[in-house]
């Protein structure tokens, strides 16, 4: 790597494994979701002089000879990356002091006790019907009744002759970007690159989910 130096950031990314629990100092079960860190590079830093405003882009997991264009690995050269990277991201905060292309990103950026809001993307689900997609009650369930999942009504006559922009249809559901606020972070095991999140995290099992520090 350029330069071995280490750094801490506001924001993480991180990997999810899946849920457990854990018990804590009361004897309390508490249901965790286990996030597997991946060591970030500094690959970029933007200044407010040269790009408009500050920011650090990271990138982390290696790809394998081969797996890379030119030009990405003439970019994240510098940051060690010799053959590219899969992922690559920009976290919006002031430059810390000392951060210079090459430096490693601390996984004890994050500590025990801090509270974090938790971005990533959930579960796809498909083209689902509105009592799935919105909870809506549906029709009667009995025998007479040819009205059971139908969403019924939109609500529109003669005029305006058409349904109006923003109704809750059927449609997809899933697979966008959410966030989670204020999870607690349980545990921090730095040897094995583990980060332990109260509660649960959008998403299933191996997608990118990105910890950032919330601002209390």
Same mark, same amino acid.
């Given at each position: 790597?350029?330069?071995?130096?280490?750094?801490?950031?506001?924001?993480?990314?991180?990997?999810?494994?899946?849920?457990?629990?854990?018990?804590?100092?009361?004897?309390?079960?508490?249901?965790?979701?286990?996030?597997?860190?991946?060591?970030?590079?500094?690959?970029?830093?933007?200044?407010?002089?040269?790009?408009?405003?500050?920011?650090?882009?990271?990138?982390?997991?290696?790809?394998?000879?081969?797996?890379?264009?030119?030009?990405?690995?003439?970019?994240?050269?510098?940051?060690?990356?010799?053959? #590219?990277?899969?992922? $690559? !991201? &920009?976290?919006?905060?002031? +430059?810390?002091? =000392?951060?210079?292309?090459?430096? *490693?990103? @601390?996984?004890?950026?994050?500590?025990?006790?801090?509270?974090?809001?938790?971005?990533?993307?959930?579960?796809?689900?498909?083209?689902?019907?509105?009592?799935?997609?919105?909870?809506?009650?549906?029709?009667?369930?009995?025998?007479?009744?040819?009205?059971?999942?139908?969403? #019924?009504?939109?609500? $529109? !006559? &003669?005029?305006?002759?058409? +349904?109006?922009? =923003?109704?809750?249809?059927?449609? *997809?559901? @899933?697979?966008?970007?959410?966030?989670?606020?204020?999870?607690?972070?349980?545990?921090?095991?730095?040897?094995?690159?583990?980060?332990?999140?109260?509660?649960?995290?959008?998403?299933?099992?191996?997608?990118?989910?990105?910890?950032?520090?919330?601002?209390?």
């Amino acid at each position: 790597m350029a330069a071995k130096n280490e750094i801490k950031l506001d924001s993480l990314y991180a990997f999810k494994l899946g849920m457990s629990t854990v018990f804590n100092e009361a004897g309390e079960a508490v249901n965790v979701t286990l996030l597997r860190y991946e060591p970030l590079v500094v690959s970029e830093v933007k200044t407010k002089e040269k790009h408009g405003y500050e920011a650090v882009q990271v990138a982390f997991k290696p790809k394998k000879a081969g797996r890379a264009s030119e030009a990405e690995k003439n970019r994240l050269k510098g940051a060690g990356f010799e053959n #590219g990277a899969y992922f $690559c !991201r &920009e976290i919006r905060q002031s +430059v810390p002091e =000392g951060t210079m292309v090459g430096a *490693h990103v @601390g996984i004890d950026s994050l500590k025990t006790g801090d509270n974090v809001k938790v971005t990533a993307k959930s579960k796809g689900k498909g083209f689902q019907g509105v009592v799935r997609r919105y909870g809506f009650q549906g029709g009667p369930a009995a025998h007479g009744s040819k009205f059971h999942r139908q969403p #019924g009504s939109v609500g $529109c !006559r &003669e005029f305006p002759g058409r +349904v109006m922009p =923003g109704r809750r249809l059927p449609g *997809h559901k @899933g697979n966008v970007t959410k966030t989670t606020m204020n999870l607690c972070v349980v545990d921090v095991l730095s040897e094995d690159n583990i980060l332990i999140v109260a509660g649960a995290v959008p998403g299933g099992r191996n997608n990118l989910v990105k910890l950032t520090k919330s601002r209390m």
